[in-house]
């Protein structure tokens, strides 16, 4: 139930976030494809995210945990590749339809910075 929860939480905060952010657009803008990119995105920060925490944990030790804000923008950029992949999810200033640039890093930065935050409440309000 509690997984539940936090997918419909993590689901709403990307809309969100989508919405907050300057350059953050969906390829279409239809609840189903808000549906799909919450699952991708909660697949992504199950799977992915804690090897890669592991993983650069020397690297983010050195860095006093910032090089953490670089694997969240990193994790958003995988979540729009993989969007457009199937044809639905979220555009980062246009990427990865159009080039990349430094507007889609802002963004991402941004959009990594209110979802942290967002995140954050959620498990302060669902605890495990």
Do not use: C, H
């Amino acid at each position: 139930m509690k997984q539940l929860l936090r997918l419909a939480g993590n689901a709403v905060a990307l809309a969100v976030v989508v919405y907050l952010v300057p350059g953050l657009t969906w390829v279409d803008e239809t609840p189903l494809t808000i549906v799909i990119t919450a699952l991708i995105f909660g697949v992504i920060n199950t799977a992915i995210k804690p090897l890669l925490r592991l993983l650069s944990l020397p690297i983010r030790l050195v860095t006093l945990g910032l090089f953490g804000f670089v694997i969240n923008i990193g994790l958003l950029f995988l979540l729009a590749w993989v969007g457009d992949q199937i044809g639905r999810g979220v555009l980062i200033a246009g990427w990865p339809a159009e080039a990349f640039s430094v507007d889609a890093l802002i963004a991402a930065a941004l959009a990594a910075i209110l979802l942290s935050i967002f995140s954050t409440v959620l498990s302060l309000v669902i605890r495990d």
